[in-house]
């Protein structure tokens, strides 16, 4: 069975493959074309993908899921109009493709620059959310790359009929049909089969848990841009603003509790903690969030619970934070070394030099100065959309959009140059 698997599996690379060389021939005009189709047939066709969506969630529900479970797999006609808007936000994207850069006379002559190229056929892997599959099959499809989807069993019927609308929307605009295909089992088998297919898939992104994320790295032989998870921290420092400093940490923490860009730690340096951390905690708490602290800082707030040595490395997504106070700038960076996860960090602070320090320092894929945290975000930093935050630093780092799903080749223009 196995062996059959693996086979299939080939054969939808190998047609991916085949699909991209096509790809390359397809102008702007043809890519956006397509996204529009498919936004347009997700609309029409929306009554169809919430009865195959009911067939997940019945299936869901009688496995005895969770309701935030199953909150995250439903589509209805307000998401699905979401899915759709999305991709006609996509075609509103400047096309990265074919862009050339850094163009420049050499010495003998030549003319020698970059230009941005997709990286070709893209393995996307991820949970729970049908709403991927269009998202990451539009991305791909503006960046010139064909995309094999492998969605969560649990959304296996979703996925399928999100994506036979997507394949009939590049029919309609005539470009390849194999450049969106969606792995038609959900035997856990043909991700091990995606993930090792090297000669037939470039990259792999897996979007979900940690543990999928831990084992797509773990066990891929093709390269993994891949996202942990997103232990991020607020320093507010000696040098913070009271009421900047409020403002930030609450909304780092309780603007919404479930994302990757979600503040989990709170550090804040002893010269200040006795007058900014209570005001700190207050606005945190009537928001509902409960505080773990170490032993200075429960001093400063004895209705709080004690931190373990876990927290501060936990990734909570829920309404929890841990707080520490430290005795310098040089103690909240080497915190945030030791237990952050290279997402996303954020410092209070008015002194320009410590802001100079912190962006210079901080090792990771977002540094922010004065801004929460909940800013470290496609849309937010212009990219329009996103495919997921890399928290790698090859091949690109932070929020990948569609530039990020291209690379670079070198050009070379010349005119009968010769090398001597």
């Given at each position: 069975m196995t062996d059959t698997i693996e086979s299939?599996?080939?054969?939808?690379?190998?047609?991916?493959?085949?699909?991209?060389?096509?790809?390359?021939?397809?102008?702007?005009?043809?890519?956006?074309?397509?996204?529009?189709?498919?936004?347009?047939?997700?609309?029409?066709?929306?009554?169809?993908?919430?009865?195959?969506?009911?067939?997940?969630?019945?299936?869901?529900?009688?496995?005895?899921?969770?309701?935030?479970?199953?909150d995250r797999l439903v589509l209805n006609a307000e998401r699905i109009r979401a899915m759709a808007e999305g991709l006609r936000q996509i075609a509103a994207l400047p096309d990265p493709v074919g862009e050339i850069t850094d163009l420049k006379f050499r010495p003998s002559?030549?003319?020698?620059?970059?230009?941005?190229?997709?990286?070709?056929?893209?393995?996307?892997?991820?949970?729970?959310?049908?709403?991927?599959?269009?998202?990451?099959?539009?991305?791909?499809?503006?960046?010139g790359n064909a995309v094999i989807l492998r969605g969560g069993s649990e959304a296996f019927h979703s996925?399928?009929?999100?994506?036979?609308?997507?394949?009939?929307?590049?029919?309609?605009?005539?470009?390849?049909?194999?450049?969106?295909?969606?792995?038609?089992?959900?035997?856990?088998?043909?991700?091990?089969?995606?993930?090792?297919?090297?000669?037939?898939?470039?990259?792999?992104?897996?979007?979900?848990?940690?543990?999928?994320?831990?084992?797509?790295?773990?066990?891929?032989?093709?390269?993994?841009?891949?996202?942990?998870?997103?232990?991020?921290?607020?320093?507010?420092?000696?040098?913070?603003?009271?009421?900047?400093?409020?403002?930030?940490?609450?909304?780092?923490?309780?603007?919404?509790?479930?994302?990757?860009?979600?503040?989990?730690?709170?550090?804040?340096?002893e010269n200040v903690a006795t007058d900014m951390l209570p005001p700190i905690a207050q606005a945190l708490m009537e928001k509902g969030i409960e505080l773990r602290v170490d032993a200075a800082a429960q001093e400063l707030l004895p209705e709080a619970t004690p931190a373990t040595e876990q927290d501060f490395y936990t990734e909570y997504l829920g309404p929890i934070i841990s707080v520490k106070i430290v005795d310098s700038l040089d103690a909240a960076m080497a915190h945030i070394a030791q237990y952050g996860s290279g997402h996303s960090e954020a410092i209070v602070t008015e002194d320009y030099g410590h802001a100079r320090r912190f962006l210079r320092e901080v090792?990771?894929?977002?540094?922010?100065?004065?801004?929460?945290?909940?800013?470290?975000?496609?849309?937010?930093?212009g990219l329009g959309a996103e495919i997921g935050i890399s928290t790698d630093k090859l091949h690109v780092r932070g929020p990948v959009g569609l530039e990020g799903l291209t690379t670079q080749k070198w050009i070379v223009l010349g005119d009968g140059h010769v090398r001597g």
């Open positions: 299939q599996v080939i054969e939808f690379g190998q047609r991916a493959k085949q699909a991209v060389r096509l790809l390359q021939q397809a102008s702007t005009r043809a890519k956006n074309e397509a996204l529009a189709y498919m936004a347009e047939f997700l609309e029409r066709d929306s009554d169809e993908i919430e009865r195959a969506n009911r067939k997940d969630i019945r299936s869901a529900e009688s496995e005895g899921r969770d309701a935030s479970f199953i002559g030549i003319q020698v620059g970059k230009m941005r190229v997709p990286i070709g056929v893209i393995g996307m892997i991820y949970e729970s959310r049908p709403n991927v599959t269009a998202d990451a099959a539009g991305l791909c499809l503006k960046s996925n399928l009929a999100i994506a036979e609308r997507l394949r009939a929307a590049l029919g309609r605009a005539k470009l390849p049909l194999d450049a969106i295909q969606v792995l038609n089992t959900p035997d856990r088998a043909a991700v091990g089969a995606l993930i090792r297919i090297k000669d037939y898939v470039d990259i792999i992104i897996p979007r979900g848990g940690k543990s999928l994320i831990e084992r797509i790295s773990a066990e891929a032989t093709v390269p993994v841009i891949k996202h942990l998870h997103g232990n991020c921290h607020v320093y507010v420092d000696e040098y913070a603003n009271l009421d900047k400093a409020v403002r930030i940490v609450v909304n780092a923490k309780a603007q919404r509790l479930g994302t990757c860009n979600t503040a989990e730690s709170l550090l804040v340096h090792d990771s894929s977002s540094v922010l100065v004065n801004a929460s945290t909940r800013f470290a975000d496609g849309f937010e930093y």
